[in-house]
């Protein structure tokens, strides 16, 4: 029998006045792993992570953490911590008060709160901080010491929202790393919420990917990226070029489409069969497109609209000169594309198997 | 050029704040200064020296009258910070947009109106023939008319009213700028609906406590009109005897002397209070 989840979501609904904000969601999030639920704003991510603090109670389901459910707890009875978005460290307090806070409200005595704030900061890295100002710190710094704030009480459940919003882009970077190894050093589980796919995809154990109220897939890093189950999921994670139109041709799950600007184009079926004429959505992600300078078999010719120079993750836009449509591809680091410029001409092609086809349209 | 004209252009702005702080405050206050140290000796003979202090303390109805003020001073601005406090959370946490407005304006109204009428209305609730006496006869709770009024607690009661306002609005204003996450993190740490009060809010508010309580401070220890209306004649404050040093006995060189002996009191207060609450001047006036 496998262990006891820490936390477990069971149809958890809330409905406000006027909309559904989180819609029958069921998960479970296995002791020591990091979870995450990555969605665009809006999607009633935060109002999920604020059921799970007890902020919020939900119109209908359950919710447990470690096998006992919190369905009437309030926040401060609840076994778990949260990392507010904008940390929330109180500023009337130094770095040793703040962290101590939680402590001091379980009435724990003074000289073993003391070694407990120390042993914590120093876990994080920021040992002797404790008779600094919280306006002394970096951000950085802050978000370690939040984070300290949170441990020092050994909550069953970590919850995160969004804590690496607020930095700029070096240091969100460093904080990915660093936040994946606390999580492991403190072995505690960590549920995440961010609209950022690149942090979710770096750090995370288990995605849920979150739209309009429901998970649409859960899965890891690896599976949301090479077998997105639904056209979100598969336009949300990661890159994608999106085409819609309509299916002429079908051959078991292979099938032929034409964009409404008239490109015939190759793509495998996901999830279910399509018949012709139906409308449908395909996804070509910009790296599985082989870019060549001569034409080989089976490549198409496109014109360079602009080449976007971004390092190793530069893009070219391709436009198909028959009928317009417009294609991103990656450009690949081998020095042989170096001197591609607007209007230059290339070829490019892709294996079918690549392209994922879903049906609907629109997003 | 430029320079001489912006010079210029400075102390012509800062003229009417000069004029007023030098003719309107300072010069009298020198003034009355010099009248309070001196002592009339005889008709139109004054000298020079610290008598009419001397009378003040040679007096117990007058130092007890001071002492009495400044103690119901001080309980009011207690009264009027524990009623005020409530209402400033309420109206600057838990209500938005419009109905924040509307509360705001609410405490707001009663202020459009002299402070007189106002007086007067309290005195129409509570003499003898007034409302709350009137309610009471007829509900049989009390066999004969009551009489409220011309007590201590009548004088409270005018004194919190007329400036539970200026304790609130400094209060809503540093509330407001506690962001809420404060409080639901205080509550996520295991914090009791107490601790965080203590811990979070109160320090946060601190400022908006302290100027909020010298500003209700001031008013009451200055009030002239309310502990006159609402105590009688028997009720004694110590701007009532400045008054009638000054109007009836014609005495200004006494009255002088009160005046300046009350402005040492509020000073010291004031200064105590912020000693204590571990605030400064500047902090909690600059917001």
Redesign the interface.
């Known amino acids: 029998m496998p262990a006891t989840p820490d936390l477990q979501c069971i149809e958890l609904t809330k409905d406000f006045s006027d909309f559904r904000a989180v819609d029958q969601v069921s998960f479970d999030v296995p002791p020591g792993s990091f979870f995450s639920i990555l969605g665009p704003s809006g999607c009633g991510k935060t109002t999920l992570l604020r059921m799970i ?3 919020q109670f939900p119109t209908s389901g359950d919710l447990k953490i470690k096998g006992k459910s919190m369905i009437g707890v ?4 609840r076994p ?3 990392v ?3 940390l ?1 460290l ?4 130094n770095i040793g008060e703040n962290v101590g ?2 402590l ?3 009435g724990v005595n003074k000289s073993e709160i003391k070694q407990r704030v120390e042993r914590v900061l120093d876990r994080v890295g920021l040992p002797g901080i404790t008779e600094r100002q919280v306006s002394q710190l970096s951000g950085g710094q802050k978000q370690r010491v939040a984070i300290a ?2 441990m020092v ?1 050994e909550p069953d459940v970590l919850l995160l929202d969004e804590p690496l919003g607020a930095l700029d882009l070096k240091l969100r970077e460093h904080m990915k790393i660093e936040l994946k190894s606390l999580q492991s050093a403190f072995n505690t589980t960590f549920v995440y919420i961010t609209h950022d796919q690149s942090e979710a995809l770096v750090m995370s154990d288990k995605i849920a990917v979150m739209n309009k109220g429901r998970f649409d897939q859960i899965g890891t890093a690896r599976e949301l990226y090479y077998d997105p189950n639904s056209a979100f999921v598969a336009g949300f994670v990661g890159d994608a070029n999106r085409f819609e139109g309509k299916i002429t041709a079908v051959n078991g799950d292979a099938v032929t489409m034409i964009t409404d600007n008239g490109s015939h184009l190759k793509a495998r079926t996901i999830t279910e069969r399509v018949t012709e004429g139906q409308h449908v959505q395909i996804f070509i992600r910009p790296e599985a497109i082989q870019l060549t300078l001569e034409a080989v078999g089976g490549a198409d010719e496109y014109m360079i609209e602009s080449v976007l120079f971004n390092g190793a993750n530069s893009l070219a836009i391709l436009r198909d000169p028959a009928t317009g449509d417009l294609l991103n591809v990656t450009l690949p680091q081998t020095g042989a594309f170096l001197g591609l410029g607007k209007g230059d001409r290339v070829h490019a092609r892709w294996e079918p198997e690549q392209a994922r086809c879903y049906p609907g349209e629109g997003r | 050029m430029t320079s001489d004209r912006s010079k210029l252009g400075f102390y012509l702005l800062l003229a009417p704040l000069l004029l007023w702080l030098v003719l309107l405050i300072i010069l009298p206050h020198i003034g009355l200064f010099f009248v309070s140290i001196s002592e009339k000796v005889g008709v139109r003979q004054y000298e020079t020296g610290l008598g009419n202090y001397a009378v003040f303390f040679n007096e117990p109805l007058y130092w007890r009258t001071f002492a009495r003020t400044a103690i119901m001073s001080i309980s009011t601005t207690a009264l009027t910070l524990i009623l005020g406090f409530p209402i400033a959370y309420y109206i600057a946490k838990m209500t938005r947009g419009r109905t924040k407005t509307t509360l705001f304006l609410m405490c707001l109204i009663p202020f459009w109106v002299s402070e007189l009428v106002r007086t007067f209305g309290w005195m129409i609730l509570l003499r003898e023939t007034g409302i709350v006496s009137n309610a009471l006869q007829y509900l049989g709770l009390t066999a004969g008319p009551v009489e409220f009024l011309y007590n201590d607690a009548a004088i409270m009661v005018g004194l919190v009213y007329t400036s539970i306002l200026f304790m609130i609005v400094p209060l809503v204003t540093t509330l407001d700028s506690l962001d809420d996450s404060m409080i639901e993190a205080g509550y996520d740490l295991g914090g009791t609906g107490v601790s965080i009060l203590r811990e979070i809010i109160i320090p946060h508010a601190m400022p908006g406590i302290v100027s909020g309580c010298i500003v209700v401070f001031m008013l009451s220890l200055g009030n002239y009109l309310t502990p006159i209306l609402l105590g009688g004649k028997d009720s004694l404050w110590f701007t009532g005897l400045i008054y009638t040093q000054f109007i009836t006995r014609f005495n200004w060189e006494l009255g002088s002397a009160f005046g300046f002996l009350l402005l040492a009191l509020s000073s010291g207060i004031v200064f105590v209070g912020l000693k204590l609450s571990r605030q400064t001047l500047s902090e909690t006036m600059g917001r």
């Open positions: 603090a007890g902020f309030g926040p401060n009875k778990v911590s949260m507010f978005q904008h929330a109180f500023p009337m307090m806070f939680g001091r409200q379980r704030r949170c009480l």
